[in-house]
């Protein structure tokens, strides 16, 4: 067995199934307290580590991701404080309010979430292209508009009409979600 894996003699299946699952909350968690990409990657990458060796204490009969997300925490905490002598960064209690916030509005995040994935998928196609090449690829907006033969200008209420119309959407759908 390689020295850099932890040793654990857990199956790895179980956690390897739900380190995948619960990947994107967990990280949009360490993201939300470390506005740094690279450095909640790392956080990310070592609470995953420190997550393996623990797993055998892990109680399968409870959330995955609250569990997670508490290793994540100390993990944040001890890069704060390694980082301190670097730059500088929230404080504890701010952390602490953040992980609050994060925890109390999560439910409702992850509603709108899927809130938005439904109304992404009753869009139009042309609608749905559009918002992908402007939010996921690296063009600028003068690159699309030029590819759509439109201004800049067309491309941006074009845009804003449609978030609008998804805005709406989430909204409606998001409170169907709730009753």
Sequence with gaps: MSKNLPVNNADPTTFVELIVKHERPLMRYIR?????????????????????????????????????QRFAYFEILKFRRNAARRRMIFS???????????SASSTTLERRNRA????????????????????????TIGAVAEELKI???????RL?????????????HAKLLEE
């Excluded at 504890?92 to 994060?102: K, P, V, Y």
């Design 32 to 68: 939300c307290m470390i506005p740094h990409l690279a450095d909640a990657e790392e956080i990310y990458q070592s609470t995953a580590i420190l997550l393996w060796e623990k797993f055998a204490e892990y109680d399968p009969q409870r959330d995955f991701l609250p569990w997670a």
């Design 92 to 102: 504890e209690e701010t952390l602490q309010a953040i992980a609050d916030t994060h």
């Design 116 to 139: 938005l994935q439904a109304c992404l998928q009753k869009l139009p196609p042309g609608e749905r292209n559009l918002l992908r090449s402007r939010y996921e690829s690296r063009e």
């Design 151 to 157: 201004t800049a200008k067309s491309l941006y209420r």
């Design 160 to 172: 804003d009409r449609i978030r609008e119309k998804l805005s709406q959407c989430v909204r409606h």
